[in-house]
């Protein structure tokens, strides 16, 4: 097969995770023979100091016009001061929406090596298997108005949590056609006790439910539900959520795995291009050192094979490279125990390629 990705490196880290996850890619055309071309445009920090704006129309255009898309990470304090709509975050939102991009899936599963890494304790973590699937355009990040403005001398601050039921639906069905593959089980999380949104919401979530009579459907607070990912992880199957919620929730749950640095993502819409990225940030910290942990945005490579391109063999190839490198004790520095070896990017990058081959 041809396919066409548009490469985002973004900023931070962004470049050098992107750049180990083509290798990988290019190593899985050679394998089984596929051609990728990789197509590089500018999102986020980099955007705003070469263009004026986070999210270029070129940008965008390119996008669209692939079949998919690879993202590293945007962001950093050297563009925190600026005013929101400039900011590199928004190139990210804004990306989401132009694409169409409403379902975001989180996977989290455990890599039994890895358990050690967690500051939780192995019994509740060892064969955690879950995907929080987020709604990723709509909610409190679009909501219209945002605004600070004056009221009665003094400045109020106004953000809106807007959904049509459409929104809400389709997000839920997504939720159960990826649980009817999986376990079988789907959490709504919501706050209807305070929120009228959530309450649409559980509604929703039973209307659809109605419709997989073999699919469990429960409904969770999400503040219970924070607590239950740390209690007893293994409940889960799939959980479904509001775009904020999820945006916490997930990041509460890559721990679960011990690093931030180990978890990949993929946004996808009804047709149209999907969006690839690791769910860590642009850690500026070690920007352009060479210390970043590349697998979660190779990961997000194996869904982008087989949540845009079909392609399941490949996917599988990428996943089983990965769990038999950390089985053999390679490990990055975010999640070695101490005293032992650490690799760096590129050292772990070719491990992985060495174990795919
Ligand atoms: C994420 C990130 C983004 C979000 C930020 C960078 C805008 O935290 O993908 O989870 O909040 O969606
Ligand atoms: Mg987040």
Redesign the pocket.
């Known amino acids: 097969m041809q396919k066409k990705i548009t490469v985002l490196p973004g900023d931070g880290i962004g470049p050098e995770v992107v750049q180990a996850a083509i290798k990988v890619l290019e190593t899985i055309g050679e394998k089984f023979n596929h051609q990728f071309e990789f197509t590089y445009a500018k999102l986020g920090g980099v955007a705003i100091d070469d263009c004026g704006v986070p999210l270029p129309e070129e940008t965008v255009e390119v996008c669209k016009s692939s079949d998919s898309v690879l993202l590293g990470a ?2 950093g304090p050297k563009w925190d001061n600026l005013p929101g709509h400039l900011r590199p ?1 928004k190139g ?2 804004g990306i989401r929406k132009e694409l169409n991009l409403f379902a ?1 899936l989180r996977p989290v599963s455990g890599h039994a090596s890895l358990s050690d890494a967690s500051t939780l304790r192995k019994e509740v973590i060892d064969g955690v298997d879950l995907m929080i699937v987020r709604e ?1 355009t709509g909610g409190l ?1 679009f909501g219209e108005p945002s605004e600070r403005r004056e009221e009665d001398g003094e400045e109020v601050v106004v953000d809106t949590l807007y959904y049509k039921r459409s929104e809400i639906e389709r997000i839920i069905k997504k939720a159960f056609e990826l649980a009817s593959v999986r376990r079988k089980k789907v959490t709504s999380v919501d706050k209807a006790n305070v929120l009228e949104s959530s309450r649409v919401w559980r509604e929703v979530a039973e209307e659809v439910g109605k419709e997989y009579p073999d699919i469990e459907l429960e409904h969770m607070l999400v503040d219970n539900a924070a607590m239950q990912l740390i209690r007893n992880p293994k409940q889960f199957d799939v959980m479904v959520t509001e ?1 904020m919620f999820g ?1 916490i929730l ?2 509460e749950a890559s721990m679960l795995t011990g690093s931030l640095g180990m978890l990949p ?1 993929a946004s996808i819409g009804s047709d149209g291009p999907g969006l690839y ?1 690791p ?1 860590h ?1 642009s850690a500026p910290d070690i920007a352009g050192q060479n210390k970043a942990n590349p697998l979660a945005t190779i990961a997000s490579t194996a869904m982008m094979l087989r949540y845009s391109f079909g392609m399941q063999a490949e996917a599988d190839a990428i996943e089983k490279a990965i769990s038999e490198v950390l089985e053999n004790g390679y490990r990055t520095g975010d999640i070695a125990e101490s005293g032992k070896d650490v690799l760096n990017t590129e050292e772990m990058t070719a491990k992985v390629i060495e174990y795919l081959k």
Request: proline share 0%; charged share 25%.
């Open positions: 945007v962001g975050e990210l939102l975001n990723l990040y775009n945006d997930s990041d993502s990225e769910i940030g």
